[in-house]
C-alpha cells in the first residue's frame, strides 16, 4: 500500500514537472519570437536613421548650391503670395526683385495686369520668350481659378495643353487642363479645344457605347420574347439604355455653370457657401482631403503650386533633389518627385473613368463630348439591328420536328405529326415487357401445381412466391406505361402551349411594328442629336 502511496504521489510531481517544463518552452517561445520582432523592428528603425541621416547630410549640402538663388526663392515666394491675396481680394504684397532669364517673373507681372484688367503685352511676350509652354499653363490656370477664364487665349491653352503621347498616354498637366477645362475653368471654347485633342487620342474602337450604356437603364418591356427576334430586342434594349444614360448625363444642371471648387483655395475661405456644405462637397472630390489646407493632388491649384515650386532652369533638378530629400528626413511617405510630366494615365480609361462619375456632371459630360462622335457609329449599328423587318413566322422544336408559327397560330399539319410522334410510341407493352411476368406467373403454376401435388406441399409454397413475383413485376410493368402515357400526355400539352405563346407573342411583335419602330426612331434621332451637339 506504501509503495502504491509512493508511486501515486511521484507521478504526480513528474506530472507537474512536465506541464511547468511545456509551460516554460512556450514562455521561451515567445520571448524568441518577440525578441525576433523587437530586433526586426530595431534594425528597421536604425535603417530608417541612417537613410535619414544621410539624406541630411546630402540636404545640407545641396543647401549650399542653392545659396545662388535666393532671388528666385523669394520670386517664388511672391508669386505665391499674389495668387493667394488674388483669391482672397485683399491687396497684393510688396513686389520682389526681378530675376533675370527666369520666366516666373514676367509671367507674375502679366497676370496682375490680366487680372486688374490692363493686359501688359510687353510682360506676356517676355515670358512667352523665356518659358512658352510654362508661361502658358500658369497664365491659364491661375486665370481659371481666379474666375478670369473670358481672358485665358486659346493659344495658350493649346500651346499648355500640346498633343497627347502617340501611345494614348496623358502627364499629369494634361490632365488638369482637362478637367479644368471640363469645370468651366476656360470657357466654351477652350472646352472645345480640349475635347478635340482629346477625341484625337482616344481609341475609335473604344467600345464606348458599352461603357454609355451602362449607366443607362431601358424602358422596353420584359414581357414574353421570341428567339427569333432576340437580336433585334437586345438591340432596342441597348438603345434605350444608351439614351437613358446620354440623358442623364446632360440633364445634370450643375455642369452648365463653372464648378465652384475650381477656385483657389484662398477664395473659397471667403465664399459665402455654408461651411458644412462645401465641406461636404470638397470631400467627395477630393478623398477627405481639408482643400483650406491643401488642395488635391489633380486641382489647378496644385498644379500651379507645382508649376511655381519647380524653379528656374539651372536650379530645377537640385529643388526636385531637395523635395525627395526633404521627405525622407521628415519621414514622409518616399516617393519620386512629382512633375509636370509624369504620366497621369491613358486618355481611353480616364475617359472610363469620368463618364461612369455620377457624382461629378463636369467631367461625365465633358467625358461624353469627347467619346459621343466616337460612339455614334456603334449606336447606328445598333438601330439598325433593332429595325430589321419583323419575321412572317417563327419555328418550335419539339425534339424530332420542327413546327411553323404564324400569328394566327401553329401549322396544324405539322403539330399533328410532332403530336403523333411523342404518343406514338408511349405505353405500348412490348413482347420482350412481358417475357419476365408471364414466365413466373406460368413457371410458378407448373412449381405448385405439378411438384406440389406429385411430390411434397413445400413445392406448393415455391411455387406461389415465384407466381408473386411475376404479379409483382407485371404491376410495375402496368405503372410504368401509365407513367409513360402521363410523360407523353404533358409533353404534348407543354407543346401545345409552346405554340400558343409563340404565336401569341409574333402577333403581339407584328402588331407593334409600328410603335417599335417609331421608338427606335425617336431613340436615335435624340442620341443623334445630343451626341452630336
Known amino acids: 500500500m506504501n509503495d ?115 493686359p501688359d503685352e510687353q510682360a506676356i511676350s517676355t515670358a512667352l520668350e523665356l518659358d512658352q509652354r510654362r508661361t502658358s499653363i500658369y497664365l491659364s490656370l491661375a486665370l481659371a481659378v481666379l474666375g478670369q477664364r473670358h481672358q485665358v487665349q486659346n493659344e495658350w491653352l493649346d500651346v499648355a495643353f500640346g498633343v497627347p503621347a502617340a501611345d494614348g498616354t496623358l502627364t499629369r498637366v494634361q490632365r488638369v487642363l482637362w478637367t479644368t477645362a471640363a469645370r468651366g475653368g476656360f470657357g466654351a471654347d477652350g472646352l472645345e479645344l480640349v475635347v478635340k485633342r482629346l477625341q484625337s487620342a482616344a481609341s475609335p474602337d473604344g467600345n464606348w457605347l458599352s461603357k454609355l450604356e451602362n449607366r443607362g437603364s431601358s424602358s422596353r418591356s420584359n414581357g414574353p420574347r421570341l428567339k427569333a427576334t432576340q437580336d433585334q430586342d437586345e438591340a432596342a434594349d441597348r438603345l434605350s439604355r444608351t439614351r437613358n444614360a446620354v440623358e442623364a448625363i446632360l440633364a445634370n444642371t450643375e455642369a452648365r455653370e463653372p464648378d465652384p471648387d475650381l477656385a483657389y483655395p484662398e477664395a473659397r475661405k471667403t465664399d459665402s457657401t455654408p461651411a458644412d456644405a462645401k465641406s461636404s462637397r470638397r470631400d467627395t472630390k477630393s478623398s477627405g482631403r481639408d482643400a483650406d489646407d491643401e488642395p488635391a493632388e489633380d486641382s489647378a491649384a496644385a498644379m500651379l ?93 419539339s425534339g424530332a420536328h420542327t413546327i411553323t408559327i404564324r400569328a394566327d397560330g401553329a401549322d396544324q399539319l405539322e403539330l399533328g405529326k410532332a403530336t403523333s410522334a411523342l404518343t406514338a410510341s408511349a405505353g405500348v407493352m412490348s413482347t420482350a415487357d412481358r417475357v419476365t411476368p408471364i414466365g413466373l406467373l406460368v413457371g410458378g403454376a407448373v412449381v405448385a401445381v405439378g411438384l406440389g401435388l406429385l411430390l411434397h406441399w413445400f413445392w406448393i409454397v415455391v411455387g406461389l412466391v415465384v407466381m408473386a413475383f411475376g404479379l409483382n413485376s407485371y404491376v410495375k410493368l402496368r405503372r410504368a406505361i401509365d407513367a409513360d402515357k402521363t410523360r407523353a400526355a404533358g409533353e404534348v400539352t407543354n407543346l401545345n402551349e409552346r405554340c400558343d405563346s409563340a404565336a401569341a407573342a409574333l402577333a403581339s411583335y407584328l402588331k407593334n411594328t409600328d410603335t417599335r419602330k417609331a421608338a427606335i426612331a425617336d431613340d436615335l434621332a435624340t442620341i443623334r442629336q445630343q451626341l452630336t451637339a
Not at 497684393?92 to 517673373?105: I, N, Q
Not at 456632371?361 to 465633358?366: E, G
Open 305 to 397: 503650386r507645382l508649376l511655381i515650386s519647380e524653379g528656374s532652369e539651372p536650379e530645377r533638378e537640385t529643388l526636385a533633389r531637395i523635395a525627395v530629400l526633404r521627405a525622407r528626413v521628415t519621414g514622409a511617405a518616399e516617393a519620386a518627385a512629382h512633375g509636370l510630366d509624369d504620366s497621369a494615365g491613358s486618355v481611353d480609361a480616364l475617359l472610363a473613368e469620368d463618364l461612369s462619375l455620377a457624382a461629378d456632371p463636369h467631367l461625365s459630360t465633358a467625358a461624353l463630348r469627347v467619346v459621343g462622335p466616337l460612339a455614334l457609329p456603334a449606336v447606328e449599328t445598333v438601330a439598325q439591328t433593332a429595325d430589321r423587318p419583323a419575321p412572317s413566322e417563327v419555328s418550335v422544336d
Open 4 to 118: 502504491w502511496w509512493t508511486d501515486r504521489k511521484q507521478n504526480q510531481q513528474l506530472e507537474s514537472l512536465a506541464s511547468e517544463m511545456s509551460y516554460a518552452r512556450h514562455e521561451a517561445s515567445n520571448l524568441r519570437s518577440q525578441l525576433s520582432q523587437i530586433q526586426g523592428s530595431l534594425q528597421s528603425r536604425v535603417d530608417s536613421l541612417s537613410r535619414a541621416f544621410d539624406a541630411f547630410v546630402e540636404l545640407s549640402d545641396l543647401r549650399h548650391d542653392t545659396a545662388g538663388f535666393l532671388d528666385a526663392a523669394e520670386l517664388r515666394r511672391y508669386a505665391a503670395r499674389v495668387l493667394s491675396a488674388m483669391a482672397s481680394g485683399t491687396e497684393l504684397p510688396e513686389a520682389a526683385a526681378p530675376v533675370a532669364r527666369y520666366w516666373l517673373s514676367p509671367a507674375t507681372q502679366a497676370l496682375i495686369s490680366l487680372h486688374a484688367g490692363t
